[in-house]
């Protein structure tokens, strides 16, 4: 049996960072860490090929290749999928769908001639009994979760990894948590379930004989869902495997907020090479947290709990959120002050959207607020799915102003000087400058300091960085950030975006747009 193994194209988004990987010509930031499970649970004897299409074309002969071929699927990579889909089935090759995109909405998207859903430690196995005996059926879906423990290695083997900027591990699934905005509940449970410590280091031990050095990123929607299991077992393993390779490896990850509670937690953290965490903040004011179901931000100096983070050695990566109904006037400044204030160098601002399922979507449901369409995945794309209590003008022109705002060159490297001042460097190692390193820093300097406007303000944070080494990699680094940052935003039209008096005409606008890409 051959099988081919598609990741659709994610578009030039926030979190692509494609701007920011031309300058040490990187093709993607991460490889399709849950394609490359599947093939791991998939038989030994099938042959397998991945074409990862952020790096590489999918051509006729590949998919002419296949037996079956395998796609998995994020909202955010639903045009590709859909054109994936069509070559196919215009080729009669048989098309097997699943992830998060197909999951929640498995009737989006037709052609496909068998659905794979929910967690493929337990669908996939159902889906090749049947393949054995010749009897598959169209869907399998369950609504019981995968024993993390049971799941194997991804098969790193398939990837090209030198063409990515960072490789990923997964240790847990689902979140203690209960955003009502937020789906992962939904797909992944309350109940936070994990992979053992073994498993993990048996990862780490892969991807270090693959002599991949660098970041890894742990994809957990919240890695310190089992507290005492971090602390007991799994940091103290990290610590001692890092050590004994020479610390190759940084990582990152995704936290909630109360990790600024936990000192220990995050000393283990730092000493096992975390250097950043993304954290949804989402809000300033309390009102809207408590709207949400944010209780784990309430009550909170958040601009404190940040440079606490920081003095641990985290860099902190917030994530912030506008349209809730108690928003004011004024959450549009209150959120740069916090930002620039707190140092929070890659800060990423959406337009509050409702995904089926959640707890968001049942009450506007209720209210008459949904509109037709449903959430892009895209964080800077200026939509949203409901009608807001906000006047849709006032709510797109603060939007805009916010970006535009924090994403300038002026803001940008404002706040990297107050996040390199608060920075702990005690337990980051001095990682060899390379020709990446060497290559990067000379692009940034024609682009940046030269070609862009605002130009002085990229002068003026090399010179005071430029005292320390390890400060002028970072502040390079995250310089190179903000300009994908601002290309995002240009290409998205944010800033030329028509002002709309009513929410009919916004609709009306959204089909005009989407009949025009295809």
Not at 56 to 71: G, M, N, S
Not at 96 to 118: Q, R
Not at 144 to 149: I, R, S, V
Not at 434 to 456: C, P
């Amino acid at each position: 049996m051959k099988i081919l193994l598609v990741n659709p194209e994610v578009p030039n988004t926030f979190w692509s960072l494609k701007n920011a990987l031309k300058f040490v010509s990187k093709k993607a930031l991460l490889p399709p860490l849950g394609l490359l499970t599947v093939a791991a649970i998939l038989p030994e004897s099938f042959e397998k090929k991945l074409i990862d299409m952020n790096i590489a074309p999918l051509r006729d002969c590949d998919i002419k290749w296949a037996d079956y071929v395998f796609i998995s699927t994020m909202m955010i990579q639903k045009d590709s999928a859909q054109i994936i889909i069509s070559r196919c089935n215009k080729l009669n090759v048989k098309v097997v769908a699943g992830g998060p995109l197909f999951t929640s909405f498995p009737d989006l998207i037709t052609g496909c001639s068998h659905l794979v859903l929910n967690e493929a430690e337990i669908t996939l196995p159902l889906f090749l009994e049947d393949l054995a005996s010749n009897s598959l059926k169209p869907v399998y879906r369950t609504n019981a979760k995968a024993n993390m423990k049971t799941s194997p290695a991804p098969s790193w083997d398939l990837a090209d990894i030198k063409k990515y900027g960072q490789l990923g591990l997964q240790f847990s699934r689902g979140c203690p948590f209960d955003c009502d905005f937020c789906d992962v509940t939904n797909i992944f449970g309350r109940r936070v379930r994990t992979k053992a410590t073994a498993q993990i280091i048996a990862e780490l031990e892969i991807i270090h004989k693959l002599k991949w050095r660098g970041e890894v990123f742990f994809v957990d929607d919240n890695f310190i869902g089992k507290r005492m299991k971090l602390k007991k077992e799994l940091l103290p393993a990290i610590i001692e495997w890092m050590d004994k390779r020479n610390r190759p490896f940084a990582f990152n990850t995704q936290t909630s907020i109360d990790l600024v509670d936990d000192e220990e937690l995050m000393t283990l953290m730092a000493r096992a090479g975390f250097d950043g965490v993304f954290i949804g903040l989402e809000s300033p004011d309390e009102s809207s947290l408590a709207e949400c179901n944010k209780k784990q931000n309430i009550g909170r100096d958040i601009v404190s709990a940040v440079k606490k983070i920081q003095q641990f050695g985290m860099q902190v990566h917030g994530g912030f959120i506008v349209g809730f109904d108690s928003d004011k006037p004024n959450v549009f400044e209150k959120i740069i002050n916090l930002i620039q204030d707190s140092g929070i160098v890659t800060a990423m601002i959406g337009l509050l959207n409702a995904p089926p399922g959640t707890r968001l979507y049942q009450k506007l449901l209720i209210q008459n607020r949904l509109k037709k369409n449903l959430p892009t995945g895209d964080n800077m794309d200026c939509t949203t799915n409901f009608v807001p209590k906000m006047g849709l003008n006032e709510l797109v022109s603060g939007y805009r102003k916010m970006l535009n705002t924090i994403y300038s060159q002026k803001y940008h490297c404002k706040r990297i000087k107050t996040f390199l001042r608060n920075y702990n460097f005690d337990y980051k190692p001095k990682f060899p400058i390379t020709w990446y390193d060497l290559m990067a820093f000379f692009k940034s300097i024609w682009r940046l300091g030269i070609v862009e406007k605002g130009k002085i303000h990229y002068w003026m944070l090399i010179i005071w960085s430029s005292k320390s080494l390890r400060r002028l990699t970072i502040a390079v680094r995250l310089s190179i950030f903000g300009f994908h940052f601002r290309q995002v935003l240009k290409n998205a039209n944010v800033r030329n975006q028509p002002v709309f008096t009513n929410i009919d005409e916004y609709d009306k606008s959204a089909d005009l747009r989407k009949d025009s890409s295809g």
